[in-house]
């Protein structure tokens, strides 16, 4: 990865963030202060309807610092350095399930050694891309997430029976856009096949000799 490829991903990184507290954390702020007008309103009026509105804001309040939590994790999962490769994929799925509740999902991971950087958080910032891409826009109700760790190559397989999309969107859609790039970055692979019966994105990265010697030529 040089150093253009390194600025392309950071850059790609801050608007991902920056799209994400706006359309989480700077909404409910306004959402809080309008509760706190109200509170300030009801306080001269109606004392018992102003001690609702303090309850519903504490709550408020609490989801905000969870999505901080999210944010300030997306932006290096600590977790990967503290506990470790398998309490990652557990906390996404809560993440994905708190998302949208009814999901099945799947997770069939190989180990990465979580202190081998770039390549565990890559990966894990890729599936984690992927699968928040499929509950905001697929109207999907399975998810399987395929790791395999064949030594000089990481493969990995995102699935879902969503409604697809065309491939058009490929590359003018912000999440699939910083997949690609991440995975271009790493010398990688990408092939997407998705129709209305869902989609299958395929990704292989070489790593040790396979970057080396890199012959990948397909991501089957």
Not at 15 to 41: F, G
Not at 107 to 123: E, K, N, Q, T
């Amino acid at each position: 990865m040089n150093k253009k490829d390194i600025l392309r991903l950071q850059e790609m990184e801050r608007k991902r963030i920056a799209e994400e507290l706006h359309d989480t954390t700077v909404q409910d702020m306004v959402y809080l202060s309008q509760q706190l007008e109200l509170i300030l309103l009801y306080l001269e009026q109606d004392v018992t309807q102003a001690r609702l509105e303090v309850i519903t804001a504490r709550h408020q309040i609490k989801n905000i610092i969870g999505d901080m939590r999210d944010a300030i994790y997306d932006l290096r999962p600590l977790i990967l350095d503290e506990i470790g490769w398998n309490a990652a994929w557990e906390r996404l799925k809560k993440k994905l399930l708190k998302m949208q509740a009814q999901l099945k999902i799947s997770f069939d991971i190989d180990s990465i050694d979580p202190f081998d950087g770039l390549i565990a958080i890559s990966v894990y910032r890729i599936v984690c891309e992927g699968c928040q891409n499929i509950v905001k826009h697929s109207n999907a109700k399975i998810i399987k997430v395929i790791i395999r760790n064949l030594g000089n190559y990481i493969k990995i397989k995102i699935c879902d029976d969503g409604i697809g999309f065309s491939q058009k969107v490929t590359t003018s859609h912000f999440g699939l856009h910083f997949m690609y790039e991440r995975v271009v970055a790493l010398s990688g692979k990408m092939k997407i096949d998705s129709n209305t019966s869902g989609t299958i994105i395929q990704i292989k990265i070489p790593v040790g000799e396979g970057k080396k010697n890199d012959s990948c030529n397909d991501c089957g």
